[in-house]
């Protein structure tokens, strides 16, 4: 089995060898990923266990562990007869308790727009590139040839540039997705491309997004 599979497989390839050199970084994050770098930030061995006192609804006192450091909840309610001097137990630190389980989630939206803002900018150094590779300069001279030079926004003036009407196939485009264009045609298409990026790639890009939350 082994060995067709293989003897299949290579005949496959060698019919049609894999284009595949431009690999573009993926748009979807798993938010595990995420999470697990916040627990990261937010590590804390909670070395220093100890009992704090508060107060119920009714008044009531009760008892239960807090890390001092972090302010990390560590226990339930505690039997009382389980805590010695109960009468100097110091407070439950409600605002640390509070920071930290705020923290995770404040935490998490950093590390969430960090991620998207660098997967972005990773995606776009690979385009940069892709533009400046001999691959593109051939698929180029592909789309030219196929519009025999000429702008096919306007057929009048010569093809100049190449405009991605779809980036779903970056680095290994098929030619219908390509179009051969005049320089005054293409600014007609990104009146607003003040980024140097198009609004279509923008907005390509615009679907990175976290999976998995
Ligand atoms: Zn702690
Ligand atoms: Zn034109
Ligand atoms: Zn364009």
Redesign the pocket.
């Known amino acids: 089995m082994e060995t067709t599979s293989h003897a299949l497989l290579g005949a496959i390839t060698q019919q049609r060898p894999m284009r595949r050199k431009w690999l573009f970084p993926s748009l979807k994050i798993d938010s595990r990923e995420i999470s697990t770098e916040v627990a990261r930030q937010r590590h804390c061995d909670h070395l220093r266990q100890e009992p704090r006192v508060a107060l119920q609804s009714d008044g009531k006192p009760f008892y239960r562990i807090q890390c001092p450091d972090c302010g990390e909840k560590l226990s339930n309610q505690l039997p009382h007869s389980s805590v010695p001097n109960r009468e100097t137990c110091p407070q439950w630190n409600e605002e640390l308790y509070q920071r930290r389980f705020l923290g995770g989630s404040a935490a998490f939206e950093q590390s969430r727009a960090a991620a998207v803002a660098n997967r972005k900018a990773e995606w776009r150094a690979v385009y940069d590139r892709y533009l400046a590779s001999a691959d593109w300069q051939s698929v180029r001279q592909r789309v030219f040839k196929r519009a025999h030079g000429t702008c096919e926004g306007c057929l009048e003036a010569p093809a100049r540039e190449v405009?991605?009407r779809t980036y779903a196939h970056v680095g290994d485009e098929l030619l219908f997705e390509l179009v051969a264009i005049c320089r005054p045609c293409?600014d007609r298409?990104?009146p607003n491309s003040s980024t140097g990026y198009?609004e279509l790639l923008e907005r390509h890009l615009q679907d990175v997004h976290i999976y998995g939350c």
């Open positions: 405009h991605h293409h298409l990104h198009s």
